[in-house]
C-alpha cells in the first residue's frame, strides 16, 4: 500500500454490534471475551479494524447508548481488563479497535444527571438543559427521535429536561465549558488506554439553537414516516456551534499518533461536509449514509456517487467513506434481495472511500421477524407497527449450524434467524461460491490493487441497468461494471480492459477478448489489463 495513505484511508472498518456478535459466559449476550475469541475469524475476513457498539455501564434502555459511566465496561459485557486484553489481542493481530463515543446525552442513570436533577442549584444543574413550563405545558414543539415528545417534566425541581432520545437520555448542554472539558477527558481517557479511534454518535444533535424556539413543519413528512420527521429540524439538528465542539475532539485526537474519528450525522450531502471540518479540521470521516438510503437504481447510484465525489471535491482534506447497513436499518440483504446484495458488497469494496461492514453482512444475513413477545427495541415499543424497530437487524451473528448458531449456549436476548443452520459462517467458509468467499475475495482483491482502495474514481455512470465506473493508481486502471437487473446485460468494456479478476459468481477469472462482455442476471465483475 503506498505509504502516504492511513490505515483508516486504505483499511476496512468492520462494526461489532456486542450484544450479538459472541457471547462467552451463557447468559445470551454477547461479551467482550467473545470478541476476541472471534478475531482471528476477523483477521481471515481481512477487515483493518474493528468498531464496537457501545460497552459502558449502562441501564440499556436504549442497549448501551444510555451511558451510565464512560469509563468503564458493563459487566454484562465483561471488565476493563478484559477491554485491555482485547485491545492487546487486537493490535497482536494488526488489527485497530474503534470505541462508540456517545456526546450528546448521558443515562438518566448518570451521577451527573442524578446530581443536576437533584436541585435547580446543583452545580451540575446546567450540565443539561432545562427549561420552565411554557403556558400550556412543554417549552417547544420538539419531538423525540424515538416519538413523543422531547421534554419531560421533572415534578420535585418542576422544570422541562430536554431529550432528543429517550427520556432516560438527557441531553448534555454542550454550551457548559465543564461538560466539553468532562467530555474530552472521556476521550483522553480510552486513547491512553490504546484505542485507535471513535465512532461518534449523533453529532448533529449535539447543540440546540438557543432560544429553542419551535421547529416548522416538513411538508414532505408522510403518514407512517417517523413522527419525529413531522417536524423541519431546522432548529435542533446540525447546528453551526457543533463544528467548534468536533474541532476540539480532533484536536485532541491529533495529540494522539494516528487516530481515528468517524462521525455520525445522517444529513444530505452538502450537510454533510462541513463535519469535516469548517475552520478547524473536523472528522476524518463523517459517515456517508446515501447508499442505505437511496432506492437501489443505477441511475440514483451513479447520481449519488458523482454528487458525494463533487462535494468531496470542494475540499481538500476529505477522504470518503461508504456503509450498507448497521444496528439502526434494515440489512441490505433485505433491502435490495440476496442476488443484489452480492452486487452491492463489490460496488461497497471497490468505490474509492473506507467501506465500513455491518456484521453479518458477510455472510448475507437477513432482517430477522421478530414476534412480539421477543420486542426490545423502545423504538418499536414507543411507536409501534410503522416498522421503525430495530432488533432485526440485530440478531445474533450465525457461527455455524449447532444450537443457536454457536452465538450462546444460553438463551439469546433476541432470536436468531431461522436460517441459521444454512446460513453461517462455517458452511460458508468451506463453499467457494458464498457471500463469505466473496467479501474474502473482494477485499484482498482491494488489498492487492491500490487503484481499488486508494486510486483516482473515475465517472460513475448508468447504462440501462449496468453501473460502471473506474479506478486509477499508478499507471493502472480497474473498470467494475454492475449489473442490477435479473436479467442478462451487454457491456461495452474499454479497450485493454481484458482480464476479469473477479465476479460476483466467483466462477469466471477469465480473458475476454471481444469489445463486450456478457453480465449474467444480477452479475457484477471487475476488469483490468490482462
Ligand atoms: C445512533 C445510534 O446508532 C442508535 O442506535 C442510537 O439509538 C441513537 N444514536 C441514540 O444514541
Ligand atoms: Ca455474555
Known sequence: MPAKYRWW??????????????????????????????LDYLVE???????VSPIFPSPMADFGYDVADYAGIDPMFGTLSDFDALVAAAHARGLKIILDFVPNHTSDQHPWFVESRSSRTNAKRDWYIWRDAKTGGVPNNWVSEFGG????WDAATQQYYYHAFLKAQPDLNWRNPDVRAAMLAVLRFWLDRGVDGFRVDAIHHLIEAEHLNDNP???DWREGQSPARRLARVYSLDQAETHDCIAEM??????????????EASLPIEQLMAYYGKEAPGFHLPFNFHLIKSSWDPQVIAALIEQYEGALAGGAERWPNWVLGNHDRSRVASRIGPAQARVAAMLLLTLRGTPTIYQGEEIGMADVP????????????NVPGLGLGRDPERTPMQWDASGNAGFTGGDPWLPLSSDYRAVNVEAQRTDDRSMLSLYRA???????????????????????SVLTYRRFHAGRWVTVALNFADEPQMFSKPVDQDAILISTHL????????????LRPNEGIVLAAA
Request: glycine letters at 8%.
Open 370 to 381: 421478530i414476534p412480539t413477545q421477543c420486542l426490545r427495541d423502545p423504538w418499536e415499543k
Open 9 to 38: 484511508q486504505s483499511g476496512i472498518v468492520y462494526q461489532v454490534y456486542p450484544r450479538s456478535f459472541q457471547d462467552s459466559n451463557r447468559d445470551g449476550i454477547g461479551d467482550l471475551k467473545g470478541i476476541a475469541a472471534r
Open 250 to 263: 480532533r484536536a485532541l485526537a491529533d495529540t494522539y499518533e494516528n487516530r481515528v474519528l468517524i462521525g
Open 45 to 51: 475476513l481481512g477487515v483493518d479494524a474493528v468498531w
Open 217 to 219: 413543519p416538513n411538508p
Open 149 to 152: 415528545s422531547a421534554w419531560t
Open 442 to 464: 473482494l477485499i484482498a482483491l482491494r488489498r492487492r490493487e491500490p487503484a481499488l482502495s486508494v486510486g483516482v474514481h473515475v465517472k460513475a455512470e448508468a447504462i440501462g
Open 507 to 518: 466462477d469466471r477469472v477469465e480473458p475476454e477478448r471481444g469489445n463486450a462482455v456478457r
